[in-house]
């Protein structure tokens, strides 16, 4: 993860029109949406298409960025709007059937902790709101404040929403025979 | 499992999706190639707060001046101070919460607190400062009041839409309704200078209306504009 003021800095100079800068935020911020997309939507299809919507619409857009706020909070506020659209429109009930079979398929496996626990299906036990906290803080390792600031919610919002959404993987996780020893452990 | 047990594993979880392809990321590169040129950044945040606040106060006294300044003018200095610092303050506060509204990432906390906080203010204001609690013409004034105020919301509201079209609502519904708050203070502020009907009954039920009607055409509005847009 790169430095925050080293993404603030390549913003400000793709705003300026340095497209070199805009090909190197692209490189660099991409891998973290690319994975927060894969951590909600379940398809890497989805996630490229999301990808590709949310760096078109940040293009237009890209005006409404302040030399001297942050970037991740902008940048996710407008992933998240592009994928809350996306989702209105294409495949979101698809994608939930499948985080149903998919749960049922590691409930049923609950016996054999994988080796590699699949992310997106254990996430999707949680509501949407407490998956895309969970995704933002622990994945792409933004700030309580960052993530309050993506989602036009309170700092206290999210940390209630966090809260919750532990409380419940770790119900989950242990249904599935994960211990404290974490990943692929049993007690 | 403690949480850095749990954080851990979904750390490692995370490390095993893979990423994008680099040709995708080279594709989406190519795609902005030909378009990218220097834009102007949106102004800071107070700047265009203090443009708001002027815009809704020209058009606050433009309405009282084709109405007449009568209800200032039956006021007691005391009255005149309090009323329109409290109303000063929350035009402000909304004007702020309008403008976080079209900025993606913005600090704040969701638009319809600021909105809630306006109206509890303004509750408490009249509640605070006018005691008498007739019903003369309740209905009557009432209706002239709120139909005066609303139109003055309008031209408030529309005229901060302009302000602010060069900004990015991601959630259309929480910025119309950010709009519609600030337009229904501006409708509310005129009605403090040209109403001259202080039972309580009145300001408490007409003038706060003006305020929660506006916000909730604001946030009709700003639904219908997300729905169109989704599609």
Wanted: charged share 20%; net charge positive; with cysteine.
């Amino acid at each position: 993860m790169e430095p925050d003021s080293e993404l603030d800095e390549l913003m400000l100079r793709y705003q300026g029109g340095d497209r070199d800068a805009a090909t190197a935020l692209i490189q660099r911020a991409s891998p973290l949406l690319h994975r927060l997309f894969r951590a909600q939507t379940l398809s890497r299809e989805s996630a490229d298409d999301l990808l590709q919507e949310t760096w078109l619409r940040l293009h237009k857009v890209r005006h409404t960025y302040r030399p001297g706020e942050r970037f991740l909070p902008w940048f996710y506020a407008i992933a998240r709007h592009t994928r809350i659209d996306y989702y209105r429109r294409t495949r979101r009930i698809r994608e939930r059937e499948e985080a149903v079979d998919r749960i049922s398929e590691m409930s049923a496996d609950a016996r054999e902790p994988k080796a590699t626990l699949d992310l997106p299906g254990l996430l999707s036990v949680l509501p949407e709101g407490q998956r895309e906290v969970v995704a933002m803080l622990k994945l792409s390792e933004m700030s309580v404040e960052d993530v309050a600031r993506a989602t036009s919610s309170s700092i206290g919002s999210v940390k209630q929403k966090a809260h919750r959404a532990y409380a419940k993987l770790r119900t989950t996780l242990a249904s599935m025979g994960y211990r404290q020893t974490g990943l692929g452990g049993r007690k | 499992m403690t949480d850095p047990n749990l954080d851990d594993v979904l750390r490692r979880a995370a490390n095993s999706i893979p990423g994008p392809e680099p040709a995708l990321l080279e594709r989406i590169s190519g795609s902005l190639g030909e378009s990218i040129s220097p834009v102007r950044p949106l102004p800071p945040a107070r700047s265009l707060a203090f443009r708001l606040f002027l815009i809704c106060a020209a058009i606050v006294i433009a309405g009282a001046s084709l109405l007449g300044f009568g209800g200032v003018r039956q006021m007691n200095p005391a009255e005149v101070f309090v009323v329109f610092a409290v109303v000063t303050s929350i035009l402000w506060l909304a004007g702020i919460s309008a403008i976080r509204a079209f900025s993606p990432g913005s600090a704040g906390g969701p638009a319809w607190r600021a909105s809630a906080i306006s109206i509890v203010a303004l509750i408490a204001l009249f509640a605070a400062v006018f005691h008498n609690y007739g019903w003369n013409r309740f209905l009557a004034q009432g209706l002239i009041c709120l139909v005066a105020g609303l139109v003055l919301a309008a031209v408030s509201g529309a005229a901060a839409a302009i302000a602010l079209r060069r900004g990015f609502a991601v959630n259309p519904t929480a910025a119309g309704l950010a709009i519609g708050t600030l337009g229904g203070l501006a409708g509310a502020a005129m009605l403090e200078l040209h109403c001259v009907d202080f039972h309580a009954p009145h300001l408490l039920v007409w003038h706060t209306a003006v305020v929660l009607v506006s916000a909730a055409v604001g946030a009709a509005a700003g639904a219908i504009t997300e729905r169109r847009r989704s599609r």
